[in-house]
Each structure stands twice: as C-alpha cells, then as structure tokens.
C-alpha cells in the first residue's frame, strides 16, 4: 500500500471492553500509571503484595510470587555477569521456569528468543542460525546438538536459583524484548521482534478486560514458542496463578483433570478443537468453575457457541478474538448470553483498545459501513518488525508518516463494518481464487455449504490444474 487513509481510522470501540462480560468482578485495574511502567517495577508490586500466593504451577512446581522473584533476580544477576551482551536463545521445557526466565531476560535489558524444547531438531537448528543470539539459556536435564558450538552456554536449575537484585540501570523502553518464531508460508521459521514498550499496555489492556484479579487461575497451553512472551507472565502481573500445560504431552484428560480439580478460571482456546472436546461426558464438570473462556480464530460459528453455552457454567462469559501473531488482537468482544441474531457466523468484534482499524478497498479508500473492504492496523503495540539474521528489520510493516512509534501492518483479512461498530470476518484476501474468470472466495463457499442441515463443517481448497482451477470441498456430515 503505497499511502495510507488520512480518515476512516475506528479508533475506539463504542462499548467498554469488558461490556457485556467481567463487568460485576472486582480487580485491581491497570490505571495510567501503570500503564507507563516496566513490567519489573509492576512485578515486583505484585510480588510483594501476594508474596504468599501461588504465582506459577507446571502440576510438579509450585512457587510462591515471593519464590519467583528470588529465583528470576537470582538469574538476572547470573545473566548480567556471566552472558556477552546481545541476544540470548533459550531452550526450555514449558514449565515454572518459563515465567523466571523472562522476567529476567526483562530485567537485564536482553533481547530473549525462546524455543521449545520440544521442538524438532531441524527447527531449533533454523532457528539458531538465524537469531544471532550471544548466548544460549539451557534448562538442566534438556540436550540440544547446536549448529553453534562455540556459542557460550549457561545452564539453568531451577532448584539452585535462591536470590539476587536487579540489575542496576535504566531499561530501554524502545529495545527488543523478545522474538517468537513462527512457521512461516514456506514453513521455515520466521521471527517477530517484541518491544519492551508495548509490554505493559498489552498486559495492561488484559487486565482490565477480564478484570483479573489474584482469585483467577489462568491455564497456558501453548507450546513455549507460539504462547507468546506476553502471556507467559501475564497472570504474575495481577496476583493470579498461571498453570502451565504441555498439553501434546499431557493429553486431553489431563487437561480435563486440571481444569476441575485445580478451579481454572480462565481459558483460551480454538473452537474447533473445544467442541469436541465438550462432547466428552466429564467435560461440563471439568469446566464447572471456568469464568471466560476466549475463543481465537477466524468466523466463529453461532451454532458453536451456543453449544458451548449448554456445557459451562451460566455465569461464564465467552470472549471472541480475532488476531495475528503480528499484530496481537485486532478485533475482540463479548458474545452477549441473549445473542440471536439468525446468522451463521458471529460477529468477530470490536476494535481492540490500542490499536487503530482502516477498512479500506481495493484502491485503499475507505469503505463505507457495511462493505467489504481489506483490514490496515495501525498501532504501538504490533511487532516492531521481522528478525532476520540476527537484526531487526521492517518486515511486512510500515511506519506511521505521523508518529515513529506506531507501525502499520495490512494482514490479508477481510471484514464489513455493521452500523453498530461490530466487525464482521469475510475471509482472507489469499483465500480468494479465479475460476473459469471468475472470482470466488473460498471462505465464502464454505460459509453457503455450512447452511445445509446435513454439514456438520467443511473445509474449503482450491486445486489447481493445468488449464483450469478447480474447488474442492470436503464436508463432514452429522
């Protein structure tokens, strides 16, 4: 996009972002000044006010906030004196040690890029020769055949982490904070660079939308590489405690297990893969003491939320978010319990606080409400760029003409604006095929063939041929 719309940004939502969910909860919100503080100085806070309190649980660790930050000053104090300045790669299991080891990657000032140890060779291997990282983060017990065998080691135990301070110094609020890997369209890892800045107003704008508070328990279960830096501390922000789940090693009735007998609160989770597992006949107990339940994805279908409804708790709210690895959420909302609009898709939410939304089309104007038109971000706290070889770079963003800060980031998606401030998802611009001349949209196609009462969900392809491209669908039926 060669210029950018003057006008036509939405810029803030018509409703608060916690309407219609978390409104009656009590918290502690992120106000103003909050917002403008280093994730260490609002940790420590928290550390010392819930000092007793369980912070981080992987179901064989269980630490208090004040063990915590003993163990993450311990190895901050480690890193500074023993790491060469520049980017540290840490491989690690997704356990209790996650959460340390970012605060203290935070607390000394140091670019992190974490990677499973779970992982594959081949992609821990891409991933190290393209970090250019100074030093790699061990976890005792995890081995890695590095590409790099003169990078320094530091090994980490956990058990042996007892006390430290915080390094002495000024934070620079405009570094690096971290690199998550992605598969990337080709499936060679692609890096996205984080910045401290956005940081706290990220975990900031969570906390005040899901009033989190110290009575919540928050269940991870990502991979260490697609949870995102934010969300492996988001919890210990609010005095909550996060559990931490390999949920590819523990299996689904482990998950159920824990959901019940551990009181999660708060869960994030694709749609696709929930409803079958709310099928299962121990899932309405298992998820008896769930409050939100935020489900990320594309078009979410009504049929499945009200599913949902039947299987959990009547006071549990369900949050839709739409979003990219990028850019963080875009869209987000909470889905009304008296919903009933007859459609088949639910509207996919309102602008997310921070960020700025154009919908523009393909000449990049904006489009008048309630035409299709090509999603544009614009926002401080998006990805500051691409990490390639051990530097930043632009990546697929641009910069705001009007502010240094701000990055601009077009993700192929398209969406409608309805009149009441809601957006509607159309589909992706790549999933837009030509047929015999003519333009079809295969999230279209998908959504007319989910209308028969015989589909239970289909998937939609585009196979190409020598003299011709043909759709294929493939359906499931009830």
Same mark, same amino acid.
């Given at each position: 996009m060669s210029t950018l719309p003057l006008d036509g940004w939405l810029m803030e939502p018509p409703v608060q972002p916690d309407a219609n969910g978390p409104e009656d909860v009590p918290f502690e919100p992120f106000d103003a000044r909050w917002m403008q503080a280093t994730p260490i100085e609002r940790f420590d806070y928290m550390a010392e006010r819930y000092a007793d309190r369980i912070a981080v649980d992987d179901g064989v660790t269980r630490l208090t906030y004040a063990q915590v930050a003993r163990k993450a000053r311990a190895l901050a104090q480690r890193i500074d004196a023993e790491a060469p300045p520049g980017p540290l790669v840490g491989v690690f299991r997704y356990t209790a040690l996650v959460p340390i080891v970012m605060m203290a990657a935070l607390a000394t000032g140091r670019t992190l890029i974490p990677v499973d140890a779970l992982h594959p060779q081949d992609r821990q291997q891409a991933i190290l020769r393209n970090a250019g990282?100074?030093?790699?983060?061990?976890?005792?017990?995890?081995?890695?055949?590095?590409?790099?065998?003169?990078?320094?080691?530091?090994?980490?135990?956990?058990?042996?982490?007892?006390?430290?301070?915080?390094?002495?110094?000024?934070?620079?609020?405009?570094?690096?904070?971290?690199?998550?890997?992605?598969?990337?369209?080709?499936?060679?890892?692609?890096?996205?660079?984080?910045?401290?800045?956005?940081?706290?107003?990220?975990?900031?704008?969570?906390?005040?939308?899901?009033?989190?508070?110290?009575?919540?328990?928050?269940?991870?279960?990502?991979?260490?590489?697609?949870?995102?830096?934010?969300?492996?501390?988001?919890?210990?922000?609010?005095?909550?405690?996060?559990?931490? $789940?390999?949920? !590819?090693?523990?299996? $689904?009735?482990?998950?159920?297990?824990? !959901?019940?007998?551990?009181?999660?609160?708060?869960?994030?989770?694709?749609?696709?893969?929930?409803?079958?597992?709310?099928?299962?006949?121990?899932?309405?107990?298992?998820?008896?003491?769930?409050?939100?339940?935020?489900?990320?994805?594309?078009?979410?279908?009504?049929?499945?939320?009200?599913?949902?409804?039947?299987?959990?708790?009547?006071?549990?709210?369900?949050?839709?978010?739409?979003?990219? !690895?990028?850019?963080?959420?875009?869209?987000?909302?909470?889905?009304?319990?008296?919903?009933?609009?007859?459609?088949?898709?639910?509207?996919?939410?309102?602008?997310?606080?921070?960020?700025?939304?154009? $919908?523009?089309?393909?000449?990049?104007?904006?489009?008048? $409400?309630?035409?299709?038109?090509?999603?544009?971000?614009?926002?401080?706290? !998006?990805?500051?760029?691409?990490?390639?070889?051990?530097?930043?770079?632009?990546?697929?963003?641009?910069?705001?003409?009007?502010?240094?800060?701000?990055?601009?980031y077009t993700p192929g998606d398209q969406v409608r604006i309805r009149h009441d401030g809601l957006a509607e998802f159309i589909g992706r611009v790549d999933r837009q095929v030509k047929v015999r001349g003519m333009r079809a949209d295969l999230g279209e196609v998908e959504a007319a063939l989910r209308q028969h009462p015989d589909v239970a969900d289909v998937a939609v392809v585009a196979v190409a041929h020598p003299d011709d491209t043909e759709i294929v669908a493939y359906i499931t039926v009830h």
């Open positions: 990282a100074a030093a790699l983060l061990l976890q005792t017990g995890v081995e890695i055949d590095t590409v790099l065998p003169d990078l320094p080691r530091l090994e980490i135990d956990l058990d042996a982490l007892d006390d430290g301070e915080w390094p002495v110094g000024t934070l620079n609020m405009q570094g690096v904070a971290g690199i998550i890997y992605t598969s990337g369209s080709t499936g060679n890892p692609k890096g996205l660079a984080w910045g401290l800045a956005g940081f706290t107003p990220y975990i900031g704008t969570r906390t005040n939308t899901l009033h989190l508070n110290p009575d919540d328990r928050i269940i991870a279960l990502g991979s260490l590489s697609s949870a995102g830096l934010g969300d492996a501390v988001f919890a210990l922000m609010s005095g909550a405690t996060l559990r931490v $789940v390999e949920i !590819m090693q523990a299996g $689904v009735g482990e998950l159920l297990r824990i !959901m019940g007998e551990e009181k999660v609160t708060i869960l994030s989770f694709v749609p696709t893969i929930l409803r079958s597992i709310l099928q299962m006949d121990e899932a309405p107990a298992a998820f008896r003491h769930l409050r939100i339940l935020e489900l990320y994805g594309d078009a979410t279908l009504a049929n499945d939320v009200a599913f949902f409804r039947t299987k959990l708790p009547a006071d549990c709210h369900i949050r839709l978010v739409l979003g990219t !690895m990028e850019s963080g959420e875009i869209f987000s909302w909470f889905v009304p319990k008296d919903w009933n609009e007859a459609a088949m898709t639910l509207p996919c939410g309102y602008v997310t606080p921070g960020r700025s939304v154009a $919908v523009l089309d393909d000449e990049g104007r904006p489009t008048p $409400v309630g035409e299709i038109g090509n999603v544009v971000i614009r926002s401080r706290q !998006m990805a500051l760029g691409a990490w390639q070889d051990g530097r930043l770079t632009p990546g697929p963003f641009l910069t705001a003409p009007d502010d240094p800060e701000s990055r601009v």
